[in-house]
C-alpha cells in the first residue's frame, strides 16, 4: 500500500491567515464545499485547480479550518475523535432514512410471504464477502452451495464463511440485547471458531501489544494500536457508547454504527478477527436502532470490491487528526450502492416471481414443489439433497423428503445415489416432456434459447 503523504501543518500563522481570507471568499466557497463533499485528504486537495493559482498549503489550511469549525467532537478514554456532516453525508442519512427504515416495506416492494427467502441469501452474501476481505478464497457459488447443504468445511477459508454465517444469523436473533464484554467475546469467539492459529486466543481480549496492524503486501506498518493495558477501559466506553441514547449531543444512528466499526479498528482488542468483529458489530447496531433492512443488504460484498478505499478510508481518518468523516464518507457511498443493488434485486426477483405463478398454476402441485421445478428448470445439471431444501426453504426433514418423493412419483425427478451416504435428486428423463404440457409455449421457447 501507498504511504499516504504527511499533510502540511495548517495551524502555521503563514497559511492559516491566508487560509482565512480563503474561507471568506465567495470564489472559493464552492471548491472548499466540494473538496469537503467528497472529503479528500491533502493528497488530493494539493492538485485542485483554483481561480487565482493558490498555494496548495493555503487551500488546505482554508479547509482544514472549515471542518475544524463545524466538527462533532467525541471521545474514548484519552483518544480525540471528530467528524463533520458533510451536505454529502446529511443527504445520504436523509435518503436512509426513508429507505432503510420503511420505503420498501410500505410499498410492497419486499413482498412479506419472501421477507424470508431474501434473507436468507442476504446473510449467506455478507457472510462469504466479509470472510473474504480477510483473505478467504473461494467462489461465491461454492460457498453458497457449502451453505445451502449444510456441508462441513474442508478449511480455513470454508469455516471462516460458516463462522460469520452463523454470526449473522446470532445477531438477527439478539439484535435487541445490550452489548456487553460477555456478549461481545461470545461474538468473536463465535467468528473466530477453528480459523485462529492459537484457539486460546477465540473470544478473549489480547494480551500483549504484537498485533501491529501491517500491510500484506509491503509488510509496512500502518496502524499501531493502544496498549492493551488501556483496553478493558477503552472497551467499556465503547459498550456504553453503544448501548447508551442519551449522549450530550445528537449523533445520528448510522454515524454511530460507523463510528463503531472505526473503533474496533483502532482499538485492535483482539489478535485476529477484528474486522469481522467490527463489520457484525455495525450490522447489529443498525438493526438494533430500527433499521429492518439492514439485514437484506450485504455491505461488506461492496466493500470487497473496493478493498484499497476501506483500508484508506481508516488509514486516512487515524492520520488526519482521527477525523473519522474520511471513513464515514467511504460507508456511506457502500451502504448506498447495496442498496441500489439490493433495489435491483428485488425487481429482478419480482420478475421471476411473475414467471414463478406459471408453475404454481400446475395441478397438484404445491408451492415448495413449484419453487424445486423452478430451479430445475433454470438449472438442469442440478442435484438436490433434502437437507438443501431444508436450508432453502425452511422446512423440516420429513417436509422436504415428502416435497421431492412426490414429484418422482408425478416423474418430474428421479432419485440416485451419490454414494454410500448420500442420495440426492435430478431431473427425470421424462422432465421436459411432463413439464411442457403445464407451462405456457412461450416459457419453453425462451428458457431453450437463454441455455444455448
Request: glycine share 4%; hydrophobic share 35%; aromatic share 12%.
Amino acid at each position: 500500500m501507498k504511504t499516504i503523504e504527511k499533510a502540511p501543518d495548517w495551524k502555521k500563522d503563514k497559511y492559516l491567515s491566508k487560509g482565512l481570507k480563503l474561507f471568506i471568499d465567495n470564489d472559493y466557497k464552492t471548491i472548499i464545499e466540494k473538496i469537503n463533499d467528497k472529503y479528500l485528504y491533502w493528497d488530493k486537495v494539493k492538485y485542485q485547480k483554483t481561480p487565482k493559482s493558490t498555494e496548495a498549503n493555503i487551500l488546505w489550511a482554508a479547509v482544514k479550518f472549515s471542518r475544524n469549525i463545524n466538527a462533532k467532537r467525541i471521545k474514548f478514554g484519552n483518544y480525540n475523535f471528530s467528524y463533520n456532516l458533510t451536505d454529502f453525508i446529511q443527504k445520504g442519512l436523509h435518503e436512509f432514512d426513508l429507505n432503510i427504515g420503511g420505503q420498501l416495506g410500505t410499498k410492497s416492494v419486499l413482498p412479506d410471504e419472501d421477507k424470508k427467502r431474501y434473507l436468507i441469501s442476504s446473510i449467506m452474501e455478507e457472510a462469504i464477502a466479509s470472510s473474504q476481505i480477510e483473505g478467504a478464497v473461494t467462489t461465491r457459488k461454492k460457498a453458497k452451495e457449502m451453505l445451502r447443504k449444510s456441508k462441513r468445511p474442508r478449511n480455513k477459508s470454508e469455516q471462516m464463511i460458516v463462522n460469520n454465517y452463523l454470526t449473522i444469523k446470532h445477531i438477527v436473533e439478539i439484535q435487541n440485547e445490550k452489548l456487553t464484554k460477555e456478549r461481545l467475546l461470545e461474538l468473536h469467539k463465535l467468528i473466530t471458531n477453528h480459523t485462529l492459529e492459537d484457539s486460546q486466543d477465540e473470544g478473549k481480549y489480547r494480551d500483549n501489544n504484537e498485533v501491529d496492524v501491517v500491510d500484506v503486501i509491503d509488510g509496512e506498518i500502518v496502524h499501531a494500536p493502544p496498549d492493551f493495558k488501556e483496553l478493558p477501559k477503552l472497551m467499556e466506553s465503547l459498550f456504553r457508547f453503544f448501548n447508551n441514547k442519551q449522549e450530550s449531543h445528537f449523533i445520528h444512528p448510522i454515524i454511530k454504527g460507523c463510528i463503531i466499526h472505526f473503533m474496533i479498528g483502532f482499538l485492535h482488542p483482539f489478535v485476529d478477527g477484528n474486522g469481522r468483529t467490527a463489520r457484525a458489530l455495525f450490522y447489529w447496531y443498525l438493526l438494533k436502532n430500527g433499521y429492518w433492512l439492514t439485514e437484506y443488504l450485504s455491505i461488506s460484498r461492496l466493500i470487497v470490491k473496493s478493498k484499497n478505499q476501506y483500508a484508506m478510508a481508516f488509514l486516512y481518518s487515524e492520520v488526519d487528526e482521527n477525523d473519522l468523516s474520511y471513513f464515514i464518507n467511504y460507508k456511506l457511498k457502500t451502504m448506498n450502492l447495496a442498496f441500489e443493488s439490493l433495489r435491483e434485486y428485488i425487481q429482478r426477483k419480482i420478475n421471476e416471481k411473475k414467471q414463478f405463478i406459471q408453475f404454481q398454476k400446475i395441478k397438484g402441485i404445491n408451492e415448495r414443489q413449484a419453487s424445486i421445478l423452478k430451479w430445475f428448470y433454470e438449472e438442469p445439471e442440478m442435484l438436490l439433497t433434502v437437507k438443501e431444501i431444508e436450508n432453502r426453504l425452511s422446512v423440516s426433514n420429513q417436509t422436504g423428503r415428502n416435497d421431492l418423493m412426490d414429484l418422482v412419483g408425478k416423474q418430474y425427478l428421479e432419485l440416485i445415489e451419490i454414494n454410500k451416504k448420500t442420495k440426492a435428486f435430478c431431473k427425470n428423463q421424462k422432465f421436459d416432456e411432463v413439464l411442457k404440457k403445464e407451462l405456457p409455449t412461450t416459457m419453453y421457447k425462451n428458457n431453450s434459447r437463454d441455455t444455448m
